[in-house]
């Protein structure tokens, strides 16, 4: 119960802060197929931390076809340790009419969620996309996502990511500053395809 008073809280907060704040860019192009499967989240915000994701390690997602605009969502971290106790939710991402926003309708979750796609890169040798960066029109949530933890920050997409997000507004430390997520090797991630938490079908 207390978790859903905070994603009340969350959404109302939204609300206010979309008004005031300037609107990211989406991406103009996204081929959901290449965006299916695991996916390794690099960053988050304060306001992630502090609302539906306190305690959070070993933050993850997988996602997978449910037909061709809707996605099955599945979010997984540990509690507290990379060995914590399992916190997951899942879901559905509908694909709305404008290209990189998608709307994501999570189990047990009381208000649906803008998930806008503002960033995407993939190696010219490989087909899915290797990181993305997605956020909200409140710019309250900055999540980097990467298929390799290890490449990402190799290739000095690590930094410049962090970089390019402060430079776009995501700046403040008490809000949308991005945070590190922690991951090493004692993480224990979901399967692919993971089991469900509470997933019954969409509505």
């Known amino acids: 119960r207390q978790h859903i008073n905070m994603l009340r809280v969350a959404a ?14 989406v991406v103009d192009e996204i081929d959901l197929s290449r965006y299916l499967g695991f996916w390794y989240q ?39 340790t990379p060995d914590g106790e399992l916190d997951c939710v899942d879901g ?12 994501v309708d999570l189990e047990n979750v009381p208000v649906l969620g803008d998930y806008w796609v503002v960033r995407l890169f993939n190696h010219s040798e490989e087909e899915d996309y290797f990181y993305a960066v ?22 000095g997409l690590k930094q410049e990511i962090y970089d390019w997000g402060v430079s776009e507004g995501y700046d403040n430390p008490d809000f949308n ?22 997933i019954s079908g969409p509505p």
């Open 12 to 25: 109302i907060v939204l609300v206010i802060v979309g008004s005031v704040v300037g609107v990211p860019d």
């Open 42 to 80: 690099v960053y988050t915000t304060p306001f992630a931390m502090q609302t539906f994701s306190e305690n959070n390690t070993c933050s993850c997602a997988i996602y997978d076809a449910y037909n061709d605009t809707t996605l099955t969502v599945y979010n997984g971290a540990r509690q507290n």
């Open 92 to 103: 559905y991402g509908y694909a709305t009419n404008e290209t990189g926003k998608f709307i």
């Open 134 to 155: 997605v956020t909200d029109p409140a710019m309250s949530t900055f999540f980097v996502l990467t298929r390799d933890l290890a490449r990402f920050e190799e290739e």
């Open 177 to 198: 500053l991005p945070y590190e997520t922690l991951h090493t090797q004692e993480c224990i991630y979901p399967p692919v395809p993971p089991g469900d938490c509470t």
